[in-house]
């Protein structure tokens, strides 16, 4: 039983989560083009490439931007969270073993102390950010459920891939929480806030558009 | 910490929004909600209220919410949580009290300043959500009386405050005559074809502040410009239709103003000191005419009395030394960047200039802009208390010693004036205009 789940989750069910992860982005960024063509011309018209990345630049770069720097915690923690939320995954020994096993292909691996000790960042910057929605009057009133499932839906992957790295007490049946929570959450990014992801470059390159070719401002 | 917070949805009694309220069924609120969403809604609408991962971070950008004891209702993206995005989740089956107050907040909550587009991670633009609001509420004629009466004005006389044709001609020959006791040559030639620039000016000059008028003149007399202004409707550049969500009107405002520059064959417009109403040549208006920039050139008076100066066309007989500071406006800072050349002049022709923090792209708001100071007499308790931090914003230039307040824009003029009388921070405030005005050489013409 549980080797058919972990047969399954491996093997036919991860396609699945890759497939709606991909296609479900491209699909997302395609409509939305697509309705932006037909109901918003004015983004294309007024785009400008040099103007677009120099706000994303600005915007990426840690305190690039005055508000980064108004609240330095936030920024910093903000920061680490992608980054690690990105690396891990990507750069994990066991994740490259497993690829290198299917299709003998492989690249350098992030030492196993270090992706642990990023994998908790992750977890402790959901749990920071879940705090800033309680404490926080503004944030909270702006919280919505789907705000808390959605730092869940980060975490229980992380937890539960350390513990099963960990080999922690009945980490097997972790293993299998491990891999259907991420397939989920790749699931679910196209769909969801998460898609903050992919329109990410898109908002800010045409605020830093508008900002610098029409309106000859900065905008960070 | 958490204070409890009113959840009341009490509204400001206004005519207008009442009016409409007792016409409006639920079943009408939802279906021009509806044909909005699907005819106006675009990609915009769409990607801004579904990536906002309600963060927060604007929250500190908006005036209202930090003079508010932090109310997390005056939140940026709490101003969208409490209109659009419920009547995007119930797809327009909203109540008519929900979109009383729905018309309150857009209308009188966010003054369009676009500041917090600058601190939101992913430039979601709060004030075009605001404005799409304002749409609906126009299309369901529900907007606050005093703004529409001038929108109304707009589409009778295409001027903002019912000035009829023969009482413009008439307030400039007035003005002229006056100027004349001062310099006998001065002309203010109108319907002069051909002339390098055509002068337009917002609706209220000629009805509150003719003596901007005059002081035009004057400065166009000294820098020996060719100019003229015209006689028809058209010389008005002003705008609510943009700011009450009739855009219908507010492209057809545009389109007159840039054809009578085009009848006069003039080769640039200049604008007079004020903001919105170049927001809505440069930005807006030209957009729904299909212009991607303005059909022929135009500036603001920040940057013609730049080029005057830059170019030596001013001399000044004394530099105005009272010391004093500079309020950025919104739609020629975050809107234009003129931020520099209002301080270029202001080095020229002052001798104490104090900056206020903070400044440029990031001043705050003066809480009047986006059509709030038009909403009237029954929003501007709120407007004034909604803008503390522009009072103690002031206060701490005052403190450094400034006495005076540049503000080239006549919104700001007006919102900051309310602010120095009810916060008692006896200030004066000017116009740029007012300041060359009384430090040039005004006889001879300098060519
Ligand atoms: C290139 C990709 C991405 C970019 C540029 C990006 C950018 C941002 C930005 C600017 C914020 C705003 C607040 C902050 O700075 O924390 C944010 C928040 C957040 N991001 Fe991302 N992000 C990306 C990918 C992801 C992915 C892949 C996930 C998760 C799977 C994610 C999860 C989150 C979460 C949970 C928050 C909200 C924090 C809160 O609850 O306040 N992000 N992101
Ligand atoms: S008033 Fe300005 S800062 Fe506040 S919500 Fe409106 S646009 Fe944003
Ligand atoms: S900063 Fe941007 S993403 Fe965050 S709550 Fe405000 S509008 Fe939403």
């Known amino acids: ?220 | 910490m958490t204070k409890s917070l009113p959840t009341d949805l009490a509204v400001i009694p206004d005519k207008g929004v009442d009016g409409a309220a007792a016409r409006l069924t639920p079943e009408r609120v939802a279906r021009v909600i509806q044909i909005l969403l699907a005819e106006e809604g675009g990609a915009r609408l769409k990607v801004y209220t579904e990536t906002c991962v309600h963060c927060g971070l604007c929250s500190e950008a908006c005036h209202f919410y930090l003079s508010n004891d932090k109310d997390p209702r005056f939140a940026p993206a709490a101003k969208v949580k409490q209109t659009l995005d419920p009547m995007i989740r119930k797809n327009g089956r909203v109540s008519v009290d929900f979109m009383k107050k729905a018309c309150e907040i857009a209308f009188t909550e966010c003054n369009l300043c676009r500041r917090c587009v600058m601190y939101c991670p992913f430039g979601i633009d709060i004030s075009y959500l605001m404005l799409f609001v304002r749409r609906i509420c126009h299309r369901l004629g529900m907007v606050p009386q005093y703004i529409q009466d001038t929108a109304h004005s707009h589409s009778a006389t295409l001027n903002q405050m019912w000035v009829k044709e023969d009482e413009w001609i008439d307030t400039l020959q007035w003005q002229e005559d006056e100027a004349r006791d001062e310099i006998p040559d001065l002309r203010i030639p109108l319907e002069k074809q051909g002339a390098d620039v055509m002068y337009s000016v917002i609706g209220p000059e000629p009805k509150f502040r003719a003596q901007l008028i005059y002081q035009a003149a004057v400065i166009m007399h000294a820098a020996g410009v060719d100019w003229t202004m015209p006689a028809t409707p058209g010389w008005d550049n002003s705008d609510m239709c943009m700011y009450t969500g009739d855009s219908e009107m507010m492209a057809r405002l545009k389109k007159v103003h840039f054809e009578t520059a085009m009848r006069l064959k003039t080769k640039r417009i200049v604008m007079g000191e004020c903001g919105h109403a170049f927001r809505s040549v440069y930005d807006v208006g030209n957009r729904h005419l299909g212009w991607k920039m303005p059909p022929l050139p135009m500036v603001h008076a920040i940057e013609f009395y730049y080029e005057l100066f830059r170019d030596g066309k001013l001399s000044l007989a004394k530099k105005y030394d009272v010391p004093l500071t500079l309020h950025d406006p919104c739609n020629v800072v975050r809107g234009r960047g003129l931020h520099e050349m209002a301080r270029f002049v202001i080095h020229k022709t002052c001798t104490t200039f104090i900056e206020m923090h903070p400044n440029r792209e990031h001043n705050y708001c003066c809480g009047a802009g986006g059509g709030v100071i038009n909403c009237g007499p029954p929003y501007a308790k709120k407007r004034v208390e909604g803008n503390r931090v522009k009072a103690d914003q002031l206060a701490a230039a005052k403190a450094k010693g400034a006495r005076v307040i540049i503000a080239p824009c006549h919104n700001c003029h007006g919102g900051l004036e309310d602010i120095v009388k009810y916060y008692e921070l006896d200030m004066e405030i000017k116009f740029l205009g007012d300041i060359i005005y009384e430090c040039i050489e005004k006889g001879e013409v300098d060519s």
Not at chain 1, 51 to 67: D, M, V
Not at chain 1, 91 to 114: G, Q, R, T, Y
Not at chain 1, 165 to 174: L, N, R, V, Y
């Open chain 1, 1 to 220: 039983m549980m080797h058919e789940l972990y047969g399954f989750l491996r093997g036919p069910m991860l396609w699945v989560a890759l497939l709606v992860f991909f296609g479900g982005s491209g699909y997302r960024v395609a409509a939305m083009w697509r309705l932006a063509r037909k109901k918003d011309a004015v983004i294309f018209n007024y785009s400008s490439g040099y103007y677009a990345l120099r706000s994303i630049f600005h915007w990426l770069l840690p305190f690039g931007s005055r508000n980064m720097r108004n609240h330095p915690v936030m920024t910093v923690v903000a920061f680490v969270f992608h980054i690690c939320l990105f690396l891990v995954p990507l750069f994990l020994s066991a994740h490259i073993i497993l690829i290198k096993e299917s299709w003998n292909v492989s690249w350098p691996w992030l030492p196993d102390h270090a992706a642990d000790a990023m994998t908790w960042m992750v977890v402790a910057g959901c749990g920071f950010f879940a705090a800033r929605r309680i404490i926080q009057p503004d944030v909270r009133y702006l919280t919505s459920t789907s705000d808390y499932l959605i730092l869940a839906a980060i975490a229980v992957p992380f937890v539960s891939g350390t513990w099963a790295f960990h080999q922690w007490p009945a980490f097997p049946a972790a293993t299998l929480v491990h891999m259907a929570s991420a397939e989920i959450l790749l699931m679910i990014i196209p769909f969801t806030r998460l898609s903050h992801m992919l329109f990410f470059p898109f908002t800010r390159g045409y605020m830093g558009s508008e900002f610098g070719a029409v309106r000859k401002a900065r905008d960070w």
